[in-house]
């Protein structure tokens, strides 16, 4: 009986952990989205410079919001093509090797015994 509350606690703990984590991947991803919004909404903000590349503070982080979405971009279109071209393929390969069977010396020996 003992092992089963052991058990159970860890069950718990696991769920409890995965809940955590996803609390906070949600709250990160809130607060990117949120700092993007805000930094989109000074686009149409008044120069106190000449130059794109100068000193101006909310040039300088919408450049750098640039870069982070074309960062995001890569990493979600890798994401993408694992998860809609590559899991496909395995299952498929999966599939076709259990159709086939797997043939090991034992089961051979056997099959040619019987």
Do not use: W
């Not at 909404?41 to 101006?56: F, K, T």
């Amino acid at each position: 009986m003992r092992c089963v509350s052991q058990l159970l606690h860890i069950k718990n703990r696991q769920t409890i952990n995965r809940t955590v984590v996803f609390v906070f991947l949600v709250s990160f991803i809130a607060v990117c989205l949120l700092s993007e919004a805000y930094t989109l909404s000074l686009a149409n903000h008044e120069h106190d410079h000449n130059d794109v590349h100068s000193g101006c503070a909310a040039c300088v982080q919408i450049q750098t919001l640039a870069k982070l979405l074309a960062q995001f971009a890569v990493y979600v279109s890798s994401a993408l093509f694992a998860f809609i071209v590559l899991v496909p393929a395995i299952k498929f390969l999966y599939f076709i090797s259990s159709l086939s069977g797997f043939y090991t010396l034992a089961n051979l020996k056997i099959r040619i015994n019987n």
